[in-house]
Each structure stands twice: as C-alpha cells, then as structure tokens.
C-alpha cells in the first residue's frame, strides 16, 4: 500500500509539472533532472520498504539491502518488539473469528501430550492441565494433535488357580488360565485432538484403545475387547490469563478424590475403586492455590463410579447426582509445596443389593466422601489418600446361610505413596516410587473383605514424553467387583478370595507425543 501510494504521488507531480515545461528546452533539462532526483527517491524508499519487510519479494530493489537488527531492549524488559505485537494482534484476531492461530494450523507438544494422556497423574484434573498449557503457550496452533502407546511385558503368578488380583489387566478367567500368565502387549493406546476455536473456548477429544482393561466379552483378541472407543470428549470455556474462572460439558472426569499414584505405571486401588468418569457439567475456578470444582452428573449408571437411580432404574434420563471437590496448594519454600483437598459426591458405584453387578440399577444413591495430600519436597513426593461412602453398600451382604455372620459395610480405600528423584543423564531423570493401597469391600474375615496392593517402582524418563518403567507387584486377595459376595455359583457360596495372592514383574514404556 505505501509503495502504490508513493508512486501515485510521483505520477501526480509529474502530470502536474508537464504543461509548464513542455515548449522550453531549458525546462525539458530541469524535468528530466527533476526525474531523475524522483527515482533516487522511490529507490531509497524502496529500500527502507524492503527492510522493514512490507515490500513484495517482486518488487524488491536490485541493490543489496542491509538487514534491519532493532535496538536490543533493556534487560528488564519485556521480551517483545513491535513486530511481535502485531503478531498477537494478528492471533488474537485470528482466535476470535476463525483464522489460524499460526501459520501452521496443525502442531503436536509432546510434554503436553504425556500429561493429557497420562493414566497416572492428574487423572482428573484434564481441564487445568489444558487452560495450564495455554496459558504457558504450548498449545499454540489452532489443533494440537496428541498420542501415547503403553507397550507391556508382564509375568504374573498366583496361588489360586486363574484368580489373579492386579487390576491393570480385568480379572477374568476368559483372559488368565493356570496359576503363571505371561504377556507381551500393547496396554492401551491412545489418540486426542486439542482444538482452540477462540482465545476463550476449546474443545477436546480422546480416542482410546485399552484391550485388557475393556469390558468386552471374551478373549484378548476377541474383535469385542479389541474397540476403539471415545473415552473422553468435552468444550472448555475458559482463559486462566483473563480470568480464573472456567467451565466444560461432556463426557469428563468427575472431581471426586486425588486418585493419582507416584508409580510409574499401575494405578492405586483408590483409583480403581472410586475414579469416576461420567457425561455432565463442570465449573471451576484456580487461582493463587485455591482450585475449586463442582460437577453436575447425569444420573443412572455412568462409565466409572457414579449410579445414581433414575425412577428406580439405571436409565441415565435426569441429572440428579453431582460432585464437588476443592484444595489449596500453598508453598513452603522454593520449589517445595504441600496440597490437601476433600471432595464429595452424591451417587458413588456403590448402592446395588446382592447380586452384586456391574451397572445394575439401585434402590437409593449411596453417597462419598474424600481427603487426599500431596507434598512436593523437592526430590521427595509424597501423597495420601483416603475415600469412603457414607451408607452400607446392601450386596456387601449375603443370603447365603453359611454368610449370615458377615454384615453389609460402607466400602472403603485409602493410599500411602512415596517417590524419589535421581539425576542419571540429566537432572531427575530416574525416580523410584513405592506405593501401598487398600479396598475395604466386606466385613472382618469375609471372602470378599479386601483387596491389597504394594507397587515397587523404577521410572527412567529418557526424554519429556518417553518413560521407560519397571514394576514389582502383590496383591492380597482377590474381590472382582462383579458377584463379590456370591450370586453366580450354583453352591451360593462366592468367588471372591481372602487368601489368594498374586505377584507381578512388568516392564514397559509409555511414549507420547
């Protein structure tokens, strides 16, 4: 524009000044000086345009342009000129009326990927972890583009014969024979799309793949455990860096718990027992430490966790449950921090009469209740953990004759964790974790009391988003979720197992981008 308006003004002066001249040889010899003063001037204008970018590469002038270097800024300054401010005033453009953000409309960020995708750590904190990286500037396309493969070698034995307790892999005897299992697999796999359609709303979706963890029927390589399915998806509307304030609807981690593990692959048994995933509502505000959550639920019985009865069925056509979590992080020292929070829900899983089954419908919600820690210590993290329902759990009781003793309890688990941090290639790279958790699901010496789990853990990451892991596991007792307390064997007696162990060696490595 400012090269077509130089030239105009040039052609102006010159139509202007052609009648005057145009009989006098004198003047013809003052015009033709006048002209050539006019390119000497277009030509140094067009070198200052070039340098400062705004010519076209067509229009360049032949002569060498020396490059424009701006004055370095004061050391306190901040870290920005001029050109990148009309860059942000480009991006904030472009966010709020559908422009990409960049040039390049499709990027990855693989230390975000690891955290999205990671099934151990901020397993339901997803939102923050999202508005955290936009407001550190990691999701700066318009869609970011995520992945991670769990890839697992295992050996397991057990002293019942195909009742093995680590719950990482479905205990099932369509999946387990004999009293030693081996495997070389792929755990889980997964795929998710970050998309910012403005500064202030986001969207995210999670395509996930996890055979042995599947509810599908048969064996592993059976086509039902082997689907891929939308594990999570929701809109977020928010922007930490304008206001604290945020909100998503979808289908989501529910705020219930910590529910997190300082090992490296296998989940507490906290998580398993209380973890939840359901289709709902959330409001959330985080700032200076405080993070404040509350959930609006659908009712019926959700993906994990949640069944809160729709007119005496398990028909998720009401919101009528909800969740509610809220803690503070306060600093200690440089780089050291402490966090504790409690949370509350209104329908836990926990609420069927015996039999004891996977989604059945529930007389009445059964509500919980949870108190967690954490401490960052600098090298040394520790958590704490400990979630329970208010009410008896009914199916924690039998009919059987031979169970009349055992009487109905409200379940309960906890947590203790420790993990430490070494420096091998570079500075805490190499953790080494141990981890105790506990399922109170019956009465004191019944089949299906508890289930124990210790996790000894080595963790290796050779870059941000690669974690190679290895693992020595035991559990103590064996109390699938599904008949705990009888029902589904021809004697009335149940399968669960107080005495049955199990002890794991596996190796593996989570890899993301």
Same mark, same amino acid.
Request: net charge negative; with cysteine.
């Given at each position: ?12 002066? +010159?139509a *202007? ?18 002209l ?30 020396? @490059? ?10 901040? *870290? ?28 990855? #960020? ?24 936009i407001?550190? /500037?990691?999701?700066? %396309? ?48 997964q795929?998710?799309v970050?998309?910012? *359609?403005?500064d ?10 996890? @055979? ?33 304030? =945020? ?54 019985s ?33 780089g ?11 329908a ?5 009469? =015996? @039999? $004891? ?16 820690? %954490?401490?960052?210590?600098? %090298? ?5 953990? =400990?979630? #329970? ?19 109905? $309890? ?53 870059s ?25 064997l @021809? ?15 596996? +190796? /593996? ?5």
């Amino acid at each position: 524009m400012k090269f077509v308006l130089i030239a105009g003004v040039s052609l102006l002066s +010159l139509a *202007m000044a052609a009648p005057a001249l145009a009989d006098d040889d004198a003047r013809i010899e003052e015009l033709e000086a006048r002209l050539a003063q006019l390119e000497a001037t277009n030509r140094q204008l067009l070198e200052v345009l070039a340098a400062q970018g705004l010519l076209p590469q067509a229009n360049a002038p032949a002569a060498p342009v020396m @490059p424009h270097h701006p004055a370095p800024a004061p050391a306190d300054a901040p *870290m920005h000129t001029a050109s990148h401010d009309h860059h942000a005033q480009q991006s904030a453009h472009a966010a709020r009326h559908g422009d990409d953000f960049h040039q390049n409309l499709v990027g990855v #960020s693989p230390e975000y990927g690891y955290q999205i995708l990671d099934h151990a750590e901020g397993v339901n904190t997803r939102a923050l972890t999202i508005l955290s990286a936009i407001e550190n /500037g990691d999701l700066d %396309r318009r869609v970011t583009l995520s992945g991670n493969v769990t890839a697992l070698g295992d050996y397991q034995e057990s002293n019942s014969n195909t009742k093995f307790g680590w719950l990482m892999r479905h205990p099932t005897s369509a999946n387990q024979i004999g009293e030693t299992v081996s495997e070389f697999i792929v755990h889980s796999a997964q795929l998710a799309v970050t998309g910012r *359609m403005t500064d202030n709303i986001t969207l995210y979706s999670e395509m996930l793949y996890d @055979p042995e963890q599947s509810f599908g029927s048969g064996t592993l390589t059976d086509l039902n455990r082997n689907q891929i399915q939308l594990r999570r998806a929701f809109v977020l509307f928010g922007n930490l860096s304008e206001r604290p304030w =945020y909100a998503a609807i979808g289908k989501m981690d529910t705020p219930f718990g910590l529910n997190d593990t300082v090992s490296p692959f296998t989940n507490s048994t906290s998580w398993h027992a209380f973890a939840g995933l359901a289709t709902g509502g959330m409001v959330g505000y985080s700032n200076n430490g405080l993070h404040v959550r509350a959930m609006a639920i659908q009712g019926g019985s959700q993906f994990r966790a949640h069944n809160a009865p729709v007119e005496d069925t398990n028909v998720p056509s009401r919101v009528n449950n909800f969740a509610v979590d809220v803690n503070y992080t306060a600093a200690l020292s440089e780089g050291r921090t402490v966090m504790a929070g409690a949370s509350y829900t209104e329908a836990t899983a926990y609420c069927q009469a =015996y @039999p $004891v089954f996977h989604f059945n419908p529930c007389d009445d919600s059964n509500p919980g209740w949870a108190v967690y820690a %954490r401490a960052d210590l600098g %090298r040394l993290e520790l958590l704490g953990e =400990y979630a #329970s329902t208010t009410d008896d759990w009914a199916g924690t009781a039998s009919p059987v004759p031979i169970y009349s003793a055992f009487e109905a $309890v409200a379940p309960n688990a906890f947590t203790l964790g420790g993990r430490y941090w070494f420096d091998l290639q570079s500075s805490e790279d190499f953790a080494l974790s141990f981890e105790f958790s506990r399922f109170v699901s019956g009465d004191d010496g019944a089949p299906w009391e508890k289930q124990d789990q210790w996790v000894l853990g080595g963790s290796y990451f050779i870059s941000p988003s690669v974690n190679l892991f290895g693992e020595l596991i035991r559990t103590e007792g064996w109390v699938p979720l599904n008949f705990l307390s009888g029902g589904n064997l @021809p004697t009335g007696e149940s399968w669960s197992e107080s005495d049955a162990s199990t002890n794991v060696l596996a +190796l /593996g490595v989570q890899a993301s981008f």
